[in-house]
């Protein structure tokens, strides 16, 4: 079966005021659909980031990968390596930490590896959590993914979920999701305000929610001596302390130094960065993220690898739509390292998205794995045509936290470190 039509539709969608050591998310968030279509009429789904360089990267690797064996993920990997080259495509907001030319290859690739799994499930009349292995659970749990943020964006009207600044406001940010989406665990985006008010915002939340697990993530802003002295003063608090400060090298300084384990997005982002954080003890979760670790199988690997090490597992989220939910879901359910609740921007997309209604849905804080074959989801052209459409009218081309910040705060620094 093999590769006859591939189809990348840029896409824009509404983004709150959300608050992060980069600066501050803008109107428009950028995604990239990408549509698989066979000789024999199955089409699979992708979903990817859509800054302009990865796009651009992104249709050339479409327009290569015609003709190719759906089931030839080795070969089509190959195709993506020998296409990008020595290119490097570096994030503007720098949340995912360092770049190289391996990460690039492996975030091209992965759209079209999720599309051609979801190809092989419909074809096998199977559920992609069925070709990674079989469920390990039915439902995976999500957390409640709380940011500091304006009440809407400068010059547009309060959104609907408000403002959250200071502990009361985040503490009524957590009850409005808490109560929308019934999440069993907490995550604090922090790195936004000086450590302590930081603190004081999780100490809000313990009092409030005593019996959630509780994450905090500064996105590496802090120095060395500052993540010591939080991780010290939130000893029992704090389910495991996210990046707090830069590098393999600075975490495992922390990780010695402090009670609860350090979990990483940033300072171990390919397959060449676990060795050294092994032998340094630099992290104890990791978060994975099928959209820049290659896809759903060689995430797998990924998890099968840390399982080794005694390395547990969470999983991390950007700003995405429901292809990307249920592909999330199904690598998942189908992990057994997986034992902390996954991070999800879902509630922040406050309804909008690319797939029909139906497939997904939260209960008690997690999405029971679809139940159709391959991703179980279904594309609304519709609401593709419309947000792309937005992408065309709305002007952002790459996501920029920093400036758009600048624009509204010209002090701003997004330094590492800040504290």
Not at 121 to 132: E, H, M, N, S, T
Not at 241 to 257: C, K
Not at 304 to 323: D, Q
Request: one cysteine or more; a negative charge; hydrophobic letters at 40%.
């Amino acid at each position: 079966m093999r590769i006859r039509e591939i189809n990348v539709t840029p896409v824009a969608f509404r983004d709150p005021p959300l608050l992060n050591a980069a600066g501050v998310h803008e109107p428009w968030a950028l995604r990239t659909v990408v549509e698989v279509v066979t000789d024999e009429g199955l089409t699979g789904l992708g979903e990817t980031y859509g800054d302009l360089d990865h796009l651009v990267r992104v249709r050339a690797a479409a327009e290569a990968l015609i003709g190719h064996d759906v089931y030839g993920h080795n070969a089509m990997y190959a195709t993506v390596a020998g296409l990008v080259g020595a290119d490097v495509v570096t994030d503007l907001h720098g949340l995912t930490g360092t770049s190289s030319r391996a990460k690039t290859v492996d975030r091209i690739f992965s759209p079209f590896e999720v599309a051609c799994l979801d190809i092989r499930g419909k074809a096998a009349d199977r559920p992609i959590v069925d070709l990674l292995g079989g469920r390990v659970r039915d439902a995976v749990p999500y957390s409640a993914y709380l940011f500091y943020k304006w009440a809407g964006h400068p010059g547009a009207p309060e959104d609907g979920f408000g403002a959250a600044l200071d502990p009361e406001g985040v503490v009524e940010q957590a009850r409005l999701l808490i109560g929308r989406y019934g999440f069993r665990s907490i995550k604090l985006k922090g790195g936004v305000f000086p450590p302590e008010q930081e603190v004081e915002a999780i100490r809000a939340l313990r009092e409030a929610f005593p019996e959630h697990p509780l994450r905090l993530d500064p996105n590496a802003v802090w120095s060395v001596e500052t993540s010591i002295r939080v991780g010290r003063e939130l000893d029992g608090v704090l389910e495991y302390l996210e990046d707090p400060t830069e590098g393999i090298e600075g975490m495992a300084r922390v990780a010695a130094e402090v009670p609860m384990p350090l979990a990483t997005n940033m300072c171990v982002v390919t397959p060449e960065h676990i060795p050294p954080a092994v032998r340094q003890g630099a992290i104890g979760v990791l978060l994975t993220d099928h959209h820049y670790w290659g896809g759903l199988v060689r995430s797998a690997h990924i998890a099968t690898l840390c399982e080794t090490f005694g390395i547990e597992l969470s999983m991390h989220s950007n700003s995405h739509l429901g292809i990307s939910l249920a592909a999330m879901t199904h690598l998942a359910a189908a992990t057994p390292a997986v034992t902390h609740a996954c991070d999800t921007h879902t509630p922040w997309q406050d309804g909008q998205d690319v797939v029909a209604p139906g497939a997904l849905r939260f209960v008690d804080g997690a999405v029971p794995v679809p139940d159709g074959p391959g991703l179980g989801v279904e594309l609304d052209r519709d609401a593709l045509a419309i947000m792309n459409e937005q992408y065309e009218k709305c002007g952002v081309r790459s996501r920029d936290d920093t400036t758009y910040m600048r624009s509204v705060d010209p002090s701003f620094s997004a330094r590492r470190p800040r504290w």
